[in-house]
């Protein structure tokens, strides 16, 4: 309500898709603004957040669980009939198809219904109650405070509600500052954030995260950082709090997830898998598939079936029927991926689909490119590409791909392909105590909502989905009375 009348800086908003006018590519669109906060936005919502708390007195905290599921029955209601513009702002936003973009709202509405629903198990439950050696315990989930809660630009609103969501309803005031791509969808909750929640529960901060996170941080008044993006921003978040060693922290992070191809997979339906995993929006996934492991007696026959499929997608406009690649949503990223291709290339790789090389079909459209052989001395072995291009190691020595993972920084996910159980019981045993989880013949990937969604090392703290959430943004009390 502060920004109806601002008069201050403002971000013109670009959209990343390009529309050929006259068989000319036009200038880039420009699909709304938003408002710059600075400092004394970031306070007014700082302040506005500790009253609403008011170290746990206040309205929103003290009204109990069942007032805050009706609240947020009431908003989801509200949110439900903004599915047109949200749908269509995610579009022209970070370029996501719109049968994605869709898929996206509606998870986000199947989130929040069962997240509601856990709640009301969660307080139903005799086992609120506990009674040992003479003594009644009632234990209480209890919020923690001021959550500040950013999400990524893939899933703007999806992931930001992953912790937005589990953080209110347990009682948290929130600040959120939207994704740097991926702003303008939430214009349309600002009126429902306002109708549903007390005022200062939901302060959402528009603006340069470097102008206003900082200042929420080093206040030391933020009690829980709750941040999907990269672990290299996490890590210098957490630093900027003057007791960083107890600033709660819910983070889901990068990774580099690797799929384990053996002799015996069934290849038809692993390709199958493998091209969503590697190419679903893009590549520009934490859960996609960055590196695939191969087996050297099946790496041919792999190679070229896979490089068929990559080359059968369609590309295009996000509004496109049936359109699998469309532009990417970040416009440095092109730059980046053509960097890590020429790269691989210079040291001994080759593009085996029929690629160009990447970034060349106009702006951030780009075709995917699958890199073979690919080996350690490559940043692609390494790094994170969070786009459309997927390499290819052969590997003999059974051990290799269990290496990869315990040197790798990052600890999200793995995909086995295998028919044989046995194979498959040495890689989970192998792997899985680093690893957030493991999928047999499947891609990996973050749902169903209701499993437990971390990672080790780089790639997560605490964890995500629908219970484990609902933890991680609560704190346990208890309310201890003696037996006479
Ligand atoms: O970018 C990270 C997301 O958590 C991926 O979610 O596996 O459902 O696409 P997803």
Not at 81 to 100: G, N, P, Y
Not at 167 to 181: D, E, R
Not at 387 to 409: L, Q
Not at 447 to 474: C, Q
Request: glycine fraction near 8%.
């Amino acid at each position: 309500g502060e920004f109806i009348n601002w008069t201050g800086p403002v971000h013109t908003v670009y959209s990343q898709i390009f529309v050929k006018k006259d068989g000319q590519e036009a200038a880039p669109l420009e699909i709304g603004s938003y408002p710059l906060a600075t400092e004394k936005e970031a306070e007014m919502a700082l302040k506005a957040a500790l009253q609403s708390h008011d170290y746990g007195r206040g309205e929103w905290p003290s009204m109990g669980a069942e007032g805050r599921i009706k609240a947020m029955q009431g908003f989801t209601k509200g949110l439900k009939e903004h599915r047109e513009e949200i749908v269509k702002l995610i579009v022209w936003e970070i370029a996501k198809s719109v049968a994605d973009a869709e898929k996206e709202f509606d998870r986000t509405i199947e989130y929040i219904e069962e997240t509601i629903k856990t709640v009301k198990q969660i307080h139903n439950e005799s086992s609120m109650f506990k009674v040992t050696n003479g003594f009644i315990g009632q234990m209480k989930k209890l919020p923690y405070g001021v959550v500040l809660c950013m999400g990524p630009f893939n899933y703007p609103l999806n992931e930001t509600f992953t912790m937005l969501i589990p953080a209110l309803i347990n009682g948290n005031s929130v600040l959120f500052k939207p994704p740097k791509y991926g702003t303008l969808l939430f214009n349309p909750l600002l009126d429902l954030f306002k109708e549903h929640f007390p005022k200062g529960v939901v302060n959402t901060v528009y603006g340069r995260g470097r102008d206003i996170v900082p200042y929420l941080l080093q206040s030391g008044q933020v009690d829980v950082l709750a941040l999907i993006g990269s672990s290299r921003v996490a890590d210098s978040l957490k630093k900027m709090h003057p007791k960083s060693n107890r600033l709660h922290a819910v983070l889901g992070l990068d990774a580099k997830n690797a799929a384990v191809v053996l002799p015996d997979a069934d290849l038809e339906a692993t390709i199958k898998e493998v091209i969503i995993g590697t190419l679903s929006f893009n590549g520009q996934r934490c859960t996609a598939l960055k590196i695939l492991f191969v087996h050297a007696d099946i790496v041919d026959k792999f190679n070229t079936m896979l490089a068929a499929a990559i080359d059968k997608l369609s590309l295009g406009m996000p509004w496109d029927k049936g359109v699998s690649i469309t532009p990417l949503a970040e416009p440095e990223k092109p730059g980046y991926l053509k960097e890590c291709i020429d790269d691989a290339i210079a040291k001994g790789a080759k593009i085996i689909n029929a690629a160009d090389g990447g970034g060349n079909l106009g702006h951030s459209l780009m075709k995917p490119a699958m890199l073979y052989p690919v080996n350690r001395d490559m940043k692609i072995y390494w790094e994170e590409q969070f786009g459309p291009v997927i390499p290819v190691v052969a590997f003999d020595d059974p051990m290799a791909p269990v290496d990869y993972i315990t040197e790798s920084r990052f600890g999200m996910q793995a995909s086995i392909f295998s028919e044989d159980p046995q194979k498959i019981s040495f890689y989970i045993d192998q792997m899985i105590g680093q690893l957030g989880r493991i999928n047999i013949n499947a891609q990996s990937q973050r749902g169903p909502d209701t499993f437990p969604f971390n990672g080790r090392k780089d790639s997560a703290e605490n964890t995500l989905s629908v219970s484990e959430a609902l933890s991680a943004f609560s704190v346990d009390s208890v309310i201890v009375t003696k037996q006479t």
